[in-house]
């Protein structure tokens, strides 16, 4: 439900996309939302490696004001 009235709110701005930075876990939600991996960033946080995912998705045509 939350997910529903942020994608409306952007469409209702006339936003062309969504876009986020998703862990591994939070990367399955997204894709059932409709996002698509754009790319899997790795990277060293306290001398670990981790990883995490570029996402984005389209929202149709943007509404000019």
Partial sequence: ????????????RGLGRLFTEASEPACRFFRRQGFVIVERRDFEV???????????KPLGEVRRA
């Fill in 1 to 12: 439900r939350l997910y529903g009235e942020l994608e409306a709110a952007a469409l209702a």
């Fill in 46 to 56: 306290g001398g670990g490696a981790i990883h995490n995912y570029a996402m984005e």
